[in-house]
């Protein structure tokens, strides 16, 4: 049995529209807990439960954790940055009067966590967003750093940060995640989606926590979105349940083949979309890039599984790909 899983976001929020993708095949649902918490999402995950119940389904509920990933504080509103502004990157430590004392007014104030803003210097780049924004910095001065605005945009708060070159080591779990685990049982979770896994390490924390927790009926998937969990792909398997393979990922070339081999060793399909559906995939996630499902169109894409898209002649869904191995294929096609 193929499981399908689609993305709660504002377009697909509505009982009737969950019901109907329910109909359609959804089996399960992701929620992405990045900027919200479980508490905070009751009202969307009593409406999902209902969908499911009117639709005779038993619904699969991941959710995907905040993990490891380096991230900003939370901004009152949104900030629109332009090219060749000049920008402040904050500890967040520091209180709002303090840094109007060091840094006047006017200008654009990001807090970042410390481990990022202590070793800035002169000339470091700074990406947000996902890399959709890119800072340089001017000056840094410890506890913030000035900063010129290379590629701008809109940012809002608890934005991915990232400084290229700078090894930032951040526990496995964040506080919010814990709680949200303290909480799984209580708004019916199945499974976490443990993000931005380095190796097994991270694995094994995981389900330490989640024995502290009366967590250990929850399901593990272990997401891979960069090179250090690609190099320990082999050590994942034993402690999860299933691996996650963010798109940016699996259609880069050099990866694309050690990916071919790992899931042909394993018995496992790595084939989404209709086409690859045929081929026996154990797991299909549907959403869009920017982790909002789909709407109306979503109950077409949920019956068909047809969401693929052509890029450089490999097939790529815009979703992160879901593999389980508990339905294991014994032959994939070359």
Known sequence: MVD??????PSCSSQETLTEMFRAGMTGVRLNLSHISLRESAEQIEKLHSAAHTAGVNPILLIDMQGPELRIGRLKEALVLLE?????LFCEKIKAEELL???????PAIPVPEAVCAPLEKEME???????????ITEGKGDYAEAEVVRGGILTGRKSVKVPGLDIQMPTLTYADIENIRDAASYGVTGIMQPFVRGREDLDTVHRVLSENSGRHLRVVAKIENQAGMERLDSLLPPCDAICIARDIFCRTRFFNRLRRFFRRNS????????RLRHGS???STA????????????AAVATGEKPCAEQGRYCDDTPFLY????????IPP
Do not use: P
Request: glycine letters at 16%; a positive charge.
């Open 268 to 275: 496992v399909a790595f084939f989404t979309g209709s086409h």
């Open 288 to 299: 869009n890039g920017s982790h909002v499902t789909f709407g109306n169109s979503g109950i």
């Open 282 to 284: 154990s797991v299909v």
């Open 126 to 136: 700074v990406l947000l967003d996902d890399g959709r924004i890119s800072l340089k």
């Open 101 to 107: 004392k060091y840094c006047g007014e006017g200008r």
């Open 324 to 331: 389980g191995h508990e339905n294991l294929l014994k032959s």
């Open 84 to 88: 060749k502004e000049k920008a402040v």
């Open 4 to 9: 399908i899983y689609g993305t709660i976001g």
